[in-house]
């Protein structure tokens, strides 16, 4: 299928691995000019180029820490008029409520819901002004059914799913879209990092921990990040446009609600 987005800009948020960097790369394959963004100089260009290389789009790279003003400040700078957004950020660590201070939660907050808030303000009124926008929030299968160690994330990125619902609603007659993509078991290095904190907990190998991840999903194993991208795409695509204000979960078929 086409897409339909060749020659579109846009604007990956912490995409230098993992599932950012598996939009960028089916955004790319589209014939999207890409931005990707990273905190570490040698990760990104190495994103960067690895993309150019495989897809021969045009790929900028921008080092900043997304979830800080300064960061978000180089991204814009880079792809000041995005066509197309995709917010993401690293999740805060997991643990028991208790362990956590108001710092935690107020960093969780900056990083999980008012850093992709601060981006979609900056950029959707130029979308408006096109009449064509699409923006993309990564959060969390959790926030569907919230994981009992990711208590910081599942309320942070339950903020920004309420607030990306009233956002897209006002601006859904102007041909912009802001949709959510929530990844479930995805393996990504923060599926492995909680794999192991549930490993400690537990008191059991780092690979147990996993089998018994896998022993819950009903296609029988984790899922890609290129799975990911792919479906990041589609919500970015032209034929995209009566999809909106809309929470998708990527899961294998975990989460055994109906809606």
């Not at 987005?5 to 960097?21: H, P």
């Not at 303000?121 to 993309?136: H, L, S």
């Not at 089998?211 to 984790?222: L, Q, T």
Request: charged share 25%; net charge negative.
């Amino acid at each position: 299928m086409d897409l339909g987005i060749a020659g579109k800009r846009a604007l990956v948020c912490a995409s230098s691995r993992g599932l950012g960097k598996a939009c960028a790369f089916s955004l790319a394959r589209e014939g999207v000019d890409v931005t990707v963004t990273g905190r570490t100089p040698e990760t990104v260009e190495a994103a960067a180029g690895e993309i150019r290389a495989a897809t021969a789009a045009k790929v900028a790279a921008v080092v900043g820490d997304i979830t800080t003003e300064e960061g978000r400040e180089a991204a814009l700078n880079a792809c000041p008029e995005p066509d197309i957004l995709v917010n993401n950020a690293g999740g805060p660590p997991p643990g028991n409520f208790r362990d956590f201070t108001r710092e935690d939660w107020i960093g969780a907050l900056d990083a999980n819901m008012l850093t992709a808030i601060a981006l979609i303000k900056a950029t959707i009124d130029g979308m408006i002004e096109r009449r064509w926008g699409r923006i993309v929030n990564i959060t969390s299968g959790s926030v569907k059914a919230p994981v009992d160690i990711l208590v910081l994330s599942n309320g942070a990125r339950t903020g920004l799913t309420g607030a990306a619902g009233t956002i897209a609603r006002e601006v859904a007659g102007h041909n912009v879209t802001i949709n959510n993509l929530l990844p479930g078991e995805i393996l990504t290095d923060r599926l492995r990092a909680t794999t192991e904190a549930v490993a400690r907990r537990e008191g059991v190998s780092p690979e147990e921990a996993a089998e018994r991840r896998i022993a819950r999903i009903p296609v029988g194993r984790f899922g890609t990040p290129e799975e990911f991208g792919e479906a990041c795409a589609f919500l970015c695509g032209d034929k995209a446009g009566y999809i909106t204000a809309q929470s998708i979960l990527l899961d294998g078929g975990l989460n055994p609600a109906l809606f």
